[in-house]
C-alpha cells in the first residue's frame, strides 16, 4: 500500500525498505492488481 492511503505507513514501509515489495499501490488498486495476477 502506498504512503498516501495508509493510516500507518510503518509495515508498508518496511516492505519498501527492504526491496521486498515488488509493487507499490493506492488502496483502492490492489484488489484490481490482486485479480489480475489471479488470473495470469
Known amino acids: ?3 498516501m492511503t495508509s493510516v500507518v505507513f510503518g509495515m ?3 516492505a519498501i525498505r527492504l526491496g ?6 493506492p488502496l483502492d ?3 484490481r492488481e490482486v485479480i489480475r495476477l489471479c488470473q495470469t
Open 12 to 14: 508498508p514501509f518496511e
Open 1 to 3: 500500500q502506498d504512503e
Open 20 to 25: 521486498a515489495a515488488e509493487q507499490v499501490l
Open 29 to 31: 488498486k490492489i484488489a
